[in-house]
């Protein structure tokens, strides 16, 4: 499949949301694997990054809470 770059980028930001509230939900519990909270955040730490150098700084805030959530901070 081979979607328009506008479409393509859309999807990507979409998962990328989809993938931070996954991970802001299994932050605030207790019965996750640490193993994958560690996992989590190397990828959430990534998606900001990549969010930020994008324009999309203004969701920044919320992602490193999540980051910081998952670490056990």
């Keep these: 499949m081979r979607l328009p770059d506008d479409q393509l980028q ?3 930001l979409h998962s990328a ?7 802001k939900w299994m932050a605030g519990r207790d019965d996750v694997d640490p193993e994958i909270r560690d996992r989590l955040s190397v990828h959430i730490t990534a998606l900001d990054g990549v969010l930020s150098a994008n324009g999309h700084d203004w969701i920044r805030e919320e992602i490193e809470g999540t980051e910081a959530a998952l670490q056990g901070h």
Aim: no cysteine; proline share 0%.
């Design 10 to 12: 859309r999807l990507a």
């Design 17 to 23: 949301f989809g993938l931070h509230l996954i991970a």
